[in-house]
């Protein structure tokens, strides 16, 4: 019981540490340019609209990007990152913490 308790505790505190409003404000700066205010614009030919994405992806595909891509081979990892070398994802990451990535994911997957 004493564990439950502390899972759903640790649980509660994690939720409480992301903001939508944030992430918002983020996505605006930073993101909306190329995704579109519901971020159901489609950026470049082939890609899906990341509205609705789930959190972990988005965040996996945003550090990645953050990192500025360092795995050499771009097309074993179209699918990874969604469409390939960006210049632009990896300008527009360069200065995101962890806590605005988390942001702009429960954003996004809240665009459903």
């Not at 890609?47 to 994405?53: D, H, Q, R």
Request: glycine share 8%; hydrophobic share 45%.
């Amino acid at each position: 019981m004493k564990k439950i308790l502390l899972s759903i505790l640790f649980v509660s505190v994690s939720l409480m540490a992301v903001d939508s409003v944030a992430g918002a404000e983020k996505y605006v700066k930073k993101c909306a340019v190329c995704h579109g205010a519901n971020a159901k614009k489609i950026p470049i030919k082939g890609m899906k609209p990341i509205a609705g994405m789930k959190i972990t992806k988005l965040v996996k595909i945003l550090r990645y990007y953050q990192a500025g891509a360092p795995i050499g081979d771009w097309e074993s990892n179209v699918v990874a990152v969604g469409h390939g070398f960006s210049r632009e994802m990896i300008d527009s990451t360069m200065y995101l913490s962890q806590r605005d990535m988390d942001n702009i994911g429960v954003y996004v997957n809240s665009l459903k």
